[in-house]
């Protein structure tokens, strides 16, 4: 495993890792640190004081993110902001940065959102104010929803959601490259709604806790719990399998996301026994190699399948690897705690 893999980074930089070279690495992050949070400190208040450019684009924008870097499980969200709007005859779009993509091509969670939204516009490109305009003008979007929006703030918003993951919902207290953070914990004053996404991984009296912090930055909040369900097995060809087919079954689980901790959890709620688990980079674009390996692991190991996420099934477009089937957990996010009055906030907005 890389030294720079996510759980290795994140063992690092939570203090998990123990040892005078691992305190020696913390204290040059920490150094580094410091530079990275001023910058985005001024650039914040550059923002807050209005002296830098907010462009409307005459039609309801909301904006789901995250305070800290990797996966705190934003798609599912996005689907179900999506679903929402379009149930109640609103044209919606959705707006990217794309990142990940290569030569143009969409990147995973596009593909993942164009097959479960088929149909729903969706552009991805740096500029996201020209993006939103064509949006608007060519495609009759009515509302966009802006997806890893939080930090670009050159786009005005009408609703800003912010996930935080409940494997690390403060990105260990340090903004990157010491911790996880994007930007200093007080950015959290400008949201509207904020999400504790896999909020089954912590007890009651922690979640509590959490909530009490986050609404000393930001106490006129919305505060979300969500749970990302799994509901399914799915195959590249888009059959779908019951979950019971995993308990009890030994499967090769392998992921190429941000935060992989969210899969492991997944895959601990399905009761299926993970022979071992293989991290890629966030986004990877899989080669023949990585699926010679993946299938000669799967064979040695004589496991029963192989299991990823959705975003690595959109990659793969495989049913199998070798002579073992391939699978992924689809998601759906429930909304236990705060769903009425996240509902009131979104139907304040419908045109």
Same mark, same amino acid.
């Given at each position: 495993m890389s030294l720079y893999s $996510?759980?290795?980074?994140?063992?690092?930089?939570?203090?998990?890792? %123990?040892?005078?070279?691992?305190?020696?690495?913390?204290?040059?992050?920490?150094?580094?640190? +410091? $530079?990275?949070?001023?910058?985005?400190r001024r650039r914040n208040r550059r923002y807050d004081s209005a002296s830098a450019a907010v462009q409307r684009v005459g039609v309801p924008v909301v904006s789901v993110g995250n305070l800290t870097l990797g996966g705190t499980g934003k798609t599912p969200l996005v689907a179900w902001l999506a679903q929402w709007f379009a149930g109640r005859g609103v044209p919606v779009g959705l707006l990217s940065r794309g990142y990940g993509s290569r030569r143009g091509q969409a990147n995973d969670e596009a593909r993942q959102l164009a097959r479960d939204l088929p149909g729903l516009p969706h552009l991805q490109q740096p500029d996201r104010v020209a993006a939103a305009r064509r949006a608007i003008d060519q495609l009759g979007c009515r509302l966009l929803i802006l997806?890893?929006?939080?930090?670009?703030?050159?786009i005005g918003r009408d609703?800003?959601?912010?996930?935080?993951?409940?494997?690390?919902?403060?990105?260990?207290?340090?903004?990157?490259? %010491?911790?996880? +953070?994007?930007?200093?914990?007080?950015?959290?004053?400008?949201?509207?709604?904020?999400?504790?996404? %896999?909020?089954?991984?912590?007890?009651?009296d922690q979640r509590q806790a959490l909530r009490r912090r986050v609404a000393w930055y930001c106490p006129r909040a919305v505060w979300l719990e969500l749970v990302h369900a799994p509901q399914a097995l799915l195959a590249a060809g888009?059959?779908?399998?019951? +979950?019971?087919?995993?308990?009890?079954?030994?499967?090769?689980?392998?992921?190429?996301?941000?935060? $992989?901790?969210?899969?492991?959890?997944?895959?601990?709620?399905?009761?299926?026994?993970?022979?071992?688990?293989?991290?890629? $980079?966030d986004h990877h674009a899989y080669r023949r190699?990585?699926?010679d390996r993946l299938a000669a692991a799967a064979q040695r190991l004589d496991v029963a399948a192989l299991v990823c996420t959705q975003k690595d099934l959109v990659k793969l477009d495989v049913d199998r690897l070798g002579d073992r089937p391939l699978r992924a957990i689809r998601i759906g996010v429930e909304i236990p705690v705060g769903r009425e009055a996240l509902e009131t906030k979104l139907a304040a907005l419908l045109p």
């Open positions: $996510p759980t290795q980074f994140r063992d690092l930089v939570s203090g998990r890792r %123990r040892g005078l070279w691992a305190a020696l690495l913390r204290g040059g992050l920490q150094a580094a640190e +410091l $530079p990275v949070a001023w910058a985005v997806d890893d929006g939080f930090q670009h703030r050159r609703l800003d959601i912010v996930l935080l993951d409940a494997s690390e919902p403060l990105g260990f207290g340090h903004v990157f490259p %010491r911790g996880t +953070l994007r930007e200093p914990p007080e950015g959290l004053g400008r949201a509207h709604v904020v999400a504790l996404s %896999r909020a089954d991984m912590l007890p009651a888009g059959d779908q399998q019951p +979950l019971d087919w995993l308990a009890a079954k030994r499967v090769l689980a392998f992921c190429g996301i941000g935060n $992989p901790a969210g899969f492991r959890h997944t895959l601990s709620v399905c009761g299926c026994q993970a022979a071992e688990f293989l991290e890629f $980079p190699r990585d699926l």
